[in-house]
């Protein structure tokens, strides 16, 4: 029996997605993408960091073990087999 959870994430840079940064409640994904927009504008004033981050609600499926071992071994698989849903629900302040 596999279990299923939501998570929340938050991107990298506004201009890719698919780099995504997890945490397990949404006041925890936003606290940190604020603090990740503002460290980045804090590094590069010139505002080369443009836009906001979006934010994700992700809805995931835990492998059991035996395929949890498969995945370990495959990492680059993991995101992509335990993904069931990924909604946008906000994002940062600009």
């Known amino acids: 029996m596999r279990m299923e959870t939501t998570i929340y994430s938050h991107e990298r840079s506004s201009a890719w997605d698919e780099c995504l940064v997890f945490y397990p409640t949404l006041d925890q994904c936003r606290f940190g993408a604020a603090v990740f927009r503002d ?19 992700v809805a995931i499926r835990l ?28 994002s940062t302040a600009t």
């Open 39 to 57: 460290l980045h504008l804090a590094l590069d004033p010139t505002g080369a960091f443009e836009g906001p981050l979006a934010i994700y609600e």
């Open 63 to 90: 492998p059991d073990p035996e395929t949890m071992v498969e995945l370990l071994n495959a990492p680059n698989r993991i995101f992509e087999f335990c993904l069931i849903n990924k909604t946008h629900i906000g």
